[in-house]
């Protein structure tokens, strides 16, 4: 965030990126070469995440190219991760993505609260066409509905009866309905929200949509 106050994006990403390298050099040296293969990277277990974390900084809003981001949006998102607790920072780089398609792994608890799902890898493979998935990035939440969701998840989620091309671009997560899927769904969205400094607001997004590219 100070880096971008002085310097370009380009600049700023390649400063980061040589930074991340020489700390990698300096703790192969600590450790005899003669013990692992010249070509082998050799990660300390408590930074074995940090190239995958820069390179998900590189594609937030922090650090995206200014073609790809507004000014505004870009200097909102300075003084939203410079405020954030830790935690909040950590999902807002690498978000929690749940799958909800298998109300069997969502379970109501008695007093109330949800367990949720095991989180998937964000990548590509972990989506399909068939399934809906809860992404929490600790500001917003997302759920992901695929095209080949069955018709009548819908209807027990939304309450959509035959519905209109128009509605199913605008659909929005509202109250449970009285039905074991809607309370799953919402409760699971309720379970990421408490706790949180922020308020959640969740968007709903059809594969397909224009939406789903943000």
Same mark, same amino acid.
């Given at each position: 965030?100070?880096?971008?106050? /002085? /310097?370009?994006?380009?600049?700023t990403?390649h400063?980061?990126?040589?930074? !991340?390298?020489?700390? @990698?050099?300096?703790?192969?040296?600590?450790?005899?070469?003669?013990?692992? +293969?010249?070509?082998?990277?050799?990660? +300390?277990?408590?930074?074995?995440?940090?190239?995958?974390?820069?390179?998900?900084m590189?594609?937030?809003?922090?650090?995206?190219?200014?073609?790809?981001?507004?000014?505004?949006?870009?200097?909102?998102?300075?003084?939203?991760?410079?405020?954030?607790?830790?935690?909040?920072?950590?999902? @807002? @780089?690498?978000?929690?993505?749940?799958?909800?398609?298998?109300?069997?792994?969502? !379970?109501?608890?008695?007093?109330?609260?949800?367990?949720?799902p095991?989180?998937?890898?964000?990548t590509? $493979?972990?989506?399909?066409?068939?399934?809906?998935?809860?992404?929490?990035?600790?500001?917003?939440?997302?759920?992901?509905?695929g095209?080949?969701?069955?018709?009548?998840?819908?209807?027990?989620?939304?309450?959509?009866?035959?519905?209109?091309?128009?509605?199913?671009?605008?659909?929005?997560?509202?109250?449970?309905?009285?039905?074991?899927?809607?309370?799953? !769904?919402?409760?699971?969205? $309720?379970?990421?929200?408490?706790?949180?400094?922020?308020?959640?607001?969740?968007?709903?997004v059809?594969?397909?949509?224009?939406?789903?590219?943000?």
């Amino acid at each position: 965030a100070e880096k971008i106050r /002085t /310097t370009t994006i380009k600049e700023t990403v390649h400063i980061l990126n040589k930074k !991340v390298i020489d700390i @990698f050099k300096e703790y192969r040296q600590l450790y005899s070469t003669h013990l692992h +293969p010249h070509n082998k990277l050799i990660l +300390p277990e408590t930074m074995k995440m940090l190239p995958l974390l820069m390179l998900c900084m590189q594609k937030s809003a922090l650090l995206k190219s200014p073609n790809e981001v507004t000014t505004d949006e870009r200097s909102n998102t300075i003084y939203q991760l410079l405020s954030m607790p830790f935690d909040n920072v950590m999902k @807002f @780089f690498y978000p929690k993505m749940y799958p909800l398609h298998d109300l069997n792994q969502i !379970v109501m608890e008695k007093d109330d609260s949800v367990k949720l799902p095991q989180t998937l890898p964000l990548t590509l $493979n972990s989506i399909k066409d068939s399934g809906i998935y809860l992404l929490d990035n600790g500001m917003a939440c997302y759920i992901w509905i695929g095209r080949g969701i069955s018709p009548q998840w819908l209807v027990d989620v939304f309450g959509l009866q035959n519905p209109t091309p128009q509605d199913l671009m605008n659909l929005q997560v509202g109250a449970a309905l009285d039905n074991p899927t809607s309370k799953k !769904v919402i409760g699971a969205v $309720n379970s990421i929200r408490k706790g949180n400094m922020y308020y959640q607001q969740c968007y709903v997004v059809r594969q397909g949509d224009p939406a789903e590219a943000m």
